[in-house]
């Protein structure tokens, strides 16, 4: 693995590591790069809950997300743990979608 970039990381105005989230692309030396969505389990209560207010997904009914991994938080470290094991565990491209 060569490099992990955060979109989060990038936000002027912050982010609550445990309540939000974020993609982040992972990358490798021989080129190959993945993209997945990293949701946090209150961020998923916390969309339900504007969903409901808005109507948004039959008033928060469902909720998708197109390459969704739930996480406990968001920090930097959680993400590059999770993002090894996957890859030790041999389930990364299962998970994560080539880009």
Known sequence: MKEIWIEAEAWSNGYDKYDDNTDVKV?????????ATFITYKNILSLREKNQATGEC???????ARDM???EDI???????????L???????????KC
């Open 27 to 35: 990358k490798f030396e021989d080129g190959t790069e993945g993209i």
């Open 58 to 64: 039959l008033n928060g009914k469902y909720f998708w």
């Open 75 to 85: 920090s930097r470290k959680t993400i590059t743990d999770v993002v090894v094991q």
């Open 87 to 97: 890859l030790k565990d041999d389930e990364f491209w299962s998970v994560i979608e």
């Open 69 to 71: 991994l739930l996480i």
